[in-house]
C-alpha cells in the first residue's frame, strides 16, 4: 500500500511555475490520488507542462538569492586567504551539483511531486518522511526565509544610510526585516499571482548585477585601475593563501556559508511530477544549472577580492553595495542596495509561497494541527467549486480579483493559517537569530537531511536494483557527497554546537510528535486504501475507541 504518496501528491499544487501564475490551491493537481501508482509509473498524464528551459529557470532563479551577495565575507573570515576562500566556493559548488545530481536519479526512479519526504517514506519508512516535513516546516522554510529577510532588511537599511556608515545596528535592519516579511506574507495571503510576475523580472535584475559585477571586477583586474585610491590586489604579485586557516572546523563554518549560496538546487525535485519528460529534462537542467551557478559565483567572487580590501569584504555581510560605493560611488551603492534587495523580496516572496503550502500539505494530512490545512477564514478545500462559483461579488471586488487574484479563486483563497505560522516562526528566527549563526543552524538541519536523502538513493540501488532509472548518476557521485556531508555536520559539532544541539532536539522531538498524530488521526478512523494520515479519519467516532482497528 503506497499510503503514504498521498502527501506528496498534495504538495505544491502548482501547475506553472515559471509563467507568471501559480495554480489556485485546490484545483485538480496532476498528481493527486496517485496512491495506486506506485513507483515509476502512475497517472501523472495531466498537467505536465515544465520544459527544460522552465526548469532551468527556476532553479537558476531560486539558487541565485541573497547568498552570493551576503556568504562572502563569512567565507573569507573563516577560509583565511583570497585563495582558499575560492576553494571554499568550489567545494561548495560541486558538493550542491553531486547533491543535485543525486537528486535527479531520484527524482527520475520516483517521479512525483513533493521531494525528500516521497524519497524517505518509500526508502525508509513513513517515520523519516515526517520528520523532514517536520523539520522543514518548523526550521528549514523559516530558517532560510528568515536569512532572506535579514539580508534584505541590511540591504535595505543601507540604502539609506549609505554603503560607508558604521556598522548599523542589528534591531533597525531586523525590523526593516520583519516589515518585508510581514508585507510578502500579506501579498501572499491576499493573491497567488501578485508576486511571482514579478519574480522574473527580478532574475533578469539578478544576472545584471552578477554580471556587472564580474565584468567591473575584470577591467580592473586588467588595468589595475583603482576605484578606491587604495592599493588592490595584486593579482600577480600577492599570495593568495596567505593567511589561510587549517582548522577543519573555520572550513566547514565558510563551507556552510557557501553552501547556502547555492541552496535551493533540491527544489526541482519537488515539482518534478510537472515536468513534460523529467527523466530526461531533470539531469539536463541540474548539470546546466549548476555549473553555471558555480562559475558565475567563482567569477562574482574573484571580482570582489579584485575591487576590495580584504578586511572590508571579511567585515561586512553587504559586500555588493561596498562593491557598488567603491565603483560608481553612491549611486552605484544604491543601485546595487536595491537590485540586492529586490532580489531578496523575489526570493523571499518564492520562498514564502512554496513554505506556505507545505504547511499547508502537512496539515492537510494530519501531520500537524489540521487548521493549517485550511484555506482562507476556514473554508474547507472541497468547497472550493461552490464558494467561486456562487459566491456574488460587488463590482469592485470583482475588479481587483481580475488585478491581483486568479480569475477563478478569488481573492484570500490562499492557505491563511499556514501563511501566518510560517511567518510567525520566520520572525522569531529573525529576532533570535543574526546572518552567520542562522546559516549554520539551517545548513546542518538541511544537510541532515540531503544527506540522509543521498544515502537513500544508494539504499534504493540496493534494495531495488531493477527499478526504472530514466537517468543514473555515476554511484561515486553519492558516495562523494555522502561523505563531504558527513564530514560537514560532524565539523558542526565541535564549530557551532549550539546550533547542532538545537537541530538534533527538533528531530528528536518530532518522533513523540509522529506517534502522536498517528494517533490522533487513527484513532476514530477505519484506514482507507489510499492516503497518509488523515485519510484515516473517516469512520468510527473517537469516543468509539475500542473499536478502533
Ligand atoms: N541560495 C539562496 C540564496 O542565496 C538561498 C536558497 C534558500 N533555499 C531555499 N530552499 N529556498 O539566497
Given at each position: 500500500?503506497?499510503?503514504?504518496?498521498?502527501?506528496?501528491?498534495?504538495?505544491?499544487?502548482?501547475?506553472?511555475?515559471?509563467?507568471?501564475?501559480?495554480?489556485?490551491?485546490?484545483?485538480?493537481?496532476?498528481?493527486?490520488?496517485?496512491?495506486?501508482?506506485?513507483?515509476?509509473?502512475?497517472?501523472?498524464?495531466?498537467?505536465?507542462?515544465?520544459?527544460?528551459?522552465?526548469?532551468?529557470?527556476?532553479?537558476?532563479?531560486?539558487?541565485?538569492?541573497?547568498?552570493?551577495?551576503?556568504?562572502?565575507?563569512?567565507?573569507?573570515?573563516?577560509?583565511?586567504?583570497?585563495?582558499?576562500?575560492?576553494?571554499?566556493?568550489?567545494?561548495?559548488?560541486?558538493?550542491?551539483?553531486?547533491?543535485?545530481?543525486?537528486?535527479?536519479?531520484?527524482?527520475?526512479?520516483?517521479?512525483?511531486?513533493?521531494?525528500?519526504?516521497?524519497?524517505?517514506?518509500?526508502?525508509?519508512?513513513?517515520?523519516?518522511?515526517?520528520?523532514?516535513?517536520?523539520?522543514?516546516?518548523?526550521?528549514?522554510?523559516?530558517?532560510?526565509?528568515?536569512?532572506?529577510?535579514?539580508?534584505?532588511?541590511?540591504?535595505?537599511?543601507?540604502?539609506?544610510?549609505?554603503?560607508?556608515?558604521?556598522?548599523?545596528?542589528?534591531?533597525?535592519?531586523?525590523?526593516?526585516?520583519?516589515?518585508?516579511?510581514?508585507?510578502?506574507?500579506?501579498?501572499?495571503?491576499?493573491?497567488?499571482?501578485?508576486?511571482?510576475?514579478?519574480?522574473?523580472?527580478?532574475?533578469?535584475?539578478?544576472?545584471?548585477?552578477?554580471?556587472?559585477?564580474?565584468?567591473?571586477g575584470i577591467v580592473v583586474a586588467a588595468t589595475g585601475f583603482s576605484f578606491s585610491g587604495a592599493a588592490n590586489l595584486d593579482w600577480k604579485k600577492h599570495d593568495w593563501f596567505e593567511g589561510t586557516k587549517m582548522d577543519a572546523s573555520a572550513f566547514a563554518v565558510a563551507l556552510y556559508a557557501g553552501l547556502w549560496a547555492f541552496d535551493g538546487w533540491d527544489n526541482t525535485n519537488y515539482v518534478v511530477g510537472e515536468f513534460r519528460n523529467p527523466g530526461r529534462d531533470l539531469p539536463r537542467v541540474i548539470h546546466t544549472a549548476m555549473p553555471l551557478v558555480i562559475l558565475s559565483y567563482i567569477l562574482a567572487n574573484v571580482a570582489y577580492f579584485f575591487v576590495l580590501p580584504l578586511d572590508t569584504i571579511n567585515s561586512t555581510n553587504t559586500v555588493a553595495v561596498i562593491f557598488g560605493s567603491k565603483v560608481f560611488g553612491p549611486v552605484g551603492a544604491l543601485i546595487l542596495a536595491l537590485i540586492v534587495s529586490a532580489s531578496c523580496f523575489g526570493a523571499l516572496n518564492a520562498s514564502t509561497f512554496t513554505s506556505s503550502r507545505l504547511v499547508y500539505v502537512a496539515g492537510k494530512e494530519g501531520y500537524i494541527p489540521e487548521l493549517f490545512g485550511r484555506i482562507g477564514s476556514g473554508t474547507a478545500v472541497d468547497q472550493h467549486e461552490s464558494l467561486t462559483t456562487t459566491r456574488t461579488r460587488s463590482w469592485f471586488t470583482k475588479k481587483l480579483i481580475r488585478i491581483v487574484a486568479d480569475e477563478d479563486t478569488g481573492l484570500f483563497y490562499t492557505p491563511i493559517p499556514a501563511l501566518m505560522l510560517n511567518c510567525t516562526l520566520t520572525a522569531a528566527y529573525v529576532c533570535v537569530g543574526e546572518f552567520g549563526t542562522l546559516v549554520t543552524f539551517y545548513g546542518v538541519a538541511g544537510y541532515t537531511f540531503y544527506f540522509v536523502t543521498v544515502l537513500g538513493l544508494i539504499v534504493l540501488r540496493v534494495k531495488e536494483p531493477n527499478l526504472e532509472r530514466p537517468y543514473k548518476t555515476w554511484i561515486t557521485t553519492p558516495i562523494i557527497f555522502c561523505c563531504v556531508s558527513l564530514f560537514l555536520l560532524s565539523r558542526a559539532v565541535f564549530a557551532q554546537p549550539l546550533q547542532t544541539l538545537l537541530v538534533v532536539a527538533f528531530v528528536v522531538v518530532g518522533v513523540p510528535v509522529y506517534y502522536w498524530r498517528r494517533y490522533v488521526n487513527g484513532r476514530s478512523a477505519v484506514k482507507r486504501e489510499v492516503g497518509g494520515m488523515r485519510e484515516v479519519r473517516e469512520g468510527r467516532p473517537w469516543w468509539k475507541f475500542w473499536q478502533r482497528r
Open positions: 500500500v503506497n499510503s503514504t504518496f498521498s502527501f506528496a501528491a498534495n504538495l505544491f499544487p502548482l501547475s506553472s511555475t515559471t509563467g507568471g501564475g501559480y495554480a489556485p490551491l485546490g484545483a485538480p493537481t496532476a498528481t493527486r490520488g496517485h496512491g495506486n501508482g506506485g513507483l515509476g509509473g502512475g497517472s501523472l498524464e495531466k498537467h505536465k507542462t515544465l520544459t527544460y528551459l522552465n526548469g532551468l529557470s527556476l532553479i537558476v532563479g531560486l539558487i541565485i538569492g541573497s547568498g552570493i551577495f551576503s556568504s562572502p565575507s563569512q567565507v573569507n573570515a573563516n577560509a583565511g586567504s583570497p585563495g582558499a576562500a575560492i576553494i571554499v566556493w568550489v567545494v561548495a559548488g560541486i558538493l550542491a551539483w553531486t547533491g543535485a545530481a543525486s537528486y535527479a536519479e531520484l527524482g527520475g526512479a520516483i517521479p512525483l511531486n513533493g521531494g525528500p519526504q516521497v524519497y524517505l517514506s518509500k526508502i525508509f519508512g513513513e517515520l523519516a518522511g515526517f520528520l523532514f516535513t517536520w523539520v522543514a516546516v518548523l526550521v528549514l522554510k523559516p530558517g532560510s526565509a528568515a536569512i532572506i529577510s535579514i539580508i534584505m532588511g541590511e540591504y535595505l537599511v543601507r540604502t539609506f544610510i549609505g554603503a560607508e556608515a558604521e556598522t548599523i545596528n542589528p534591531w533597525i535592519s531586523k525590523s526593516v526585516a520583519l516589515v518585508g516579511l510581514f508585507l510578502v506574507t500579506f501579498l501572499n495571503s491576499v493573491s497567488t499571482k501578485l508576486g511571482t510576475r514579478m519574480n522574473d523580472m527580478l532574475m533578469f535584475l539578478k544576472f545584471v548585477a552578477l554580471l556587472g559585477v564580474t565584468i567591473i
